[in-house]
Nanobody, 126 residues
Framework: DVQLVESGGGLVQPGGSLRLSCAAS????????MGWFRQAPGKEREGVAG????????YKVDSVKGRFTISRDNAKNTLYLQMNTLKPEDTAMYYC????????????????????RGQGTQVTVS
């Protein structure tokens, strides 16, 4: 079974940093594109950042460009999200997501529609 387990969330002051990790298992990690999406209370899910299966192409939503960096380690089956200069509006539950690399959702970086997702990790900036 596919498992995605996020970690690294927490409470941080504005301007601070956090590094989220997502440990993947149960599938061929290097054959899937990966991403992070977030959801704040009362708001729709928002795709934050995505990365292709090889790790050489990334996507980020405009609101996090220059602050967040997505990366992956295919040898460790792990996805990362380095978040710097955090703002109160970044407060949300952050989810790791995976999609087969050949799918249209992957090619379009439509992260909120990726087939597999984890349970989430809470990020609070206050």
């Amino acid at each position: 079974d596919v498992q995605l387990v996020e970690s690294g969330g927490g409470l941080v002051q504005p301007g601070g940093s956090l590094r989220l990790s997502c440990a993947a298992s149960g599938y061929t990690f290097s054959s899937y594109c990966m991403g992070w999406f977030r959801q704040a209370p009362g708001k729709e899910r928002e795709g934050v950042a995505g990365i292709n299966s090889a790790g050489d192409s990334t996507y980020k939503v405009d609101s996090v460009k220059g602050r967040f960096t997505i990366s992956r380690d295919n040898a460790k089956n792990t996805l990362y999200l380095q978040m710097n200069t955090l703002k109160p509006e970044d407060t949300a539950m952050y989810y790791c997501a995976a999609e087969w690399a050949g799918s249209s959702s992957c090619r379009q970086a439509n992260i909120v529609k990726y087939h597999y997702r984890g349970q989430g990790t809470q990020v609070t900036v206050s």
